[in-house]
């Protein structure tokens, strides 16, 4: 008797067991492609990605590079102070996206030249993305608002 007790506790851990893997499988699988890394300037500079790897970029759009073709293709660069990023986007921009402001961008780094499909700005005067936050302080360009 004990033993068949003990028998079917064995097996109903290892269905367990077996349905977390599965489980842990599926969600990592589904999550595959949602997940962009980001990446500063500098970083990218130092380690290119391959060109069909897709990740964030964020920094200051960089004064005097933003230039706009016909139709909706803009050009500019990103820096977070060590290092500079020429961008390509096409489509439309933000309303908030201006020179010296923070933004992110997603998309792929091909030929020296970041390829976005997405662009982000800042959404007002005071604020900023932590990762572009983060990159700029390391660089030394960044400081709060109200520190001097």
Do not use: C, W
């Amino acid at each position: 008797m004990k033993s068949l007790k003990k028998q079917r506790r064995i097996q109903i851990i290892a269905l367990a067991a077996a349905a977390l893997v599965v489980s842990t499988a599926l969600i990592g699988y589904a999550m595959r492609d949602g997940i962009n890394f980001f990446r500063a300037p500098s970083q990218v500079m130092a380690e290119p990605p391959s060109a069909t790897e897709v990740f964030r970029l964020g920094g200051l759009v960089e004064e005097g590079t933003l230039v706009r073709d016909q139709g909706e293709r803009v050009h500019f660069s990103v820096t977070d102070g060590g290092a500079s990023i020429p961008v390509v986007f096409t489509g439309v921009l933000p309303d908030l996206f201006a020179e010296n402001q923070g933004m992110i961008g997603t998309g792929r780094y091909v030929n020296g030249v970041f390829e976005a499909s997405e662009i982000l700005a800042k959404h007002d005067e005071t604020y900023m993305p932590k990762e572009v936050m983060d990159a700029l302080k390391e660089q030394g360009v960044y400081q709060a608002p109200g520190e001097s």
